[in-house]
Structures are given as C-alpha cells and as structure tokens.
C-alpha cells in the first residue's frame, strides 16, 4: 500500500514564497507519475496544479505556469512544490498524488493521494 504525507502548509502573504513536501512510502512502479491538486475552500472539485512523470517530462495547470515548480527526489521517493508570488486565489488544500498504469491486458489508472496540507495566502 502507497501511503503519501505532504507537509510545509502554512499562512504566508500575498507576493510571498512556500514549499511544499510529500513523502511517498510503499512500493509503486518506478515509472509512476507524481502529480500536486488543489481543493480551494468551497470547491467541490480538485485542481490539477502540476504533474512530474518519470521520464522528465513536466506540465503545469495554466493558473501556476512560471509561479510554481514541481521537482522529485527519487531516490528518497519524495516531490516538491516550491511555489512563488502567491496570490490569495492559491489558497488551498493541496493534495499529492501518485498515479500509474497497470501492465495488464486492460490497463486500469491506478492512483494514491495524501491527506492534505492548507496553504492560506492572506494579509
């Protein structure tokens, strides 16, 4: 079983810089993808903020492009968010997220999430 615990939320303010942490512990295939969400207050539905995938390749949600960075430490099988010039509408619970295809004859999307950290960017 995969079990992920972000930590590094907090209140910051407007303008100013937060990184966040998820730990991954368990066994998860080594091409998996590590990916951030976010729940604002209200919302009933996650955001995607950014995915790092095994191969390098990077994607950011069009709300956080040039503001945050997602970057992993595979060997400790960890992942950043280091996130800059927050703004209020950044504040959010936000999730880590492990996802992966089976290698089966029907491939099915499997996925693992944290619990959550708030970030509450306010004056």
């Known amino acids: 079983q995969v079990q992920l615990a972000e930590s590094g939320g907090g209140l910051v303010q407007p303008g100013g810089s937060l990184r966040l942490s998820c730990a991954a512990s368990?066994?998860?295939?080594?091409?998996?993808?590590m990916a951030w969400y976010r729940q604002a207050p209200g919302q009933s539905r996650r955001e995607w903020v950014a995915t790092i995938r095994s191969d390098g390749i990077i994607q950011y949600g069009t709300a956080v492009k040039g503001r945050f960075t997602i970057f992993k430490d595979n060997a400790n099988k960890e992942v950043y968010l280091q996130m800059r010039n927050l703004v209020p509408e950044d504040t959010a619970v936000y999730y880590c997220n492990v996802n992966f295809w089976t290698r089966t004859v029907n491939p099915r999307n499997i996925e693992f999430w944290g619990k959550g950290t708030l970030v509450t960017v306010s004056s």
């Open positions: 368990g066994t998860f295939p080594s091409d998996s993808a």
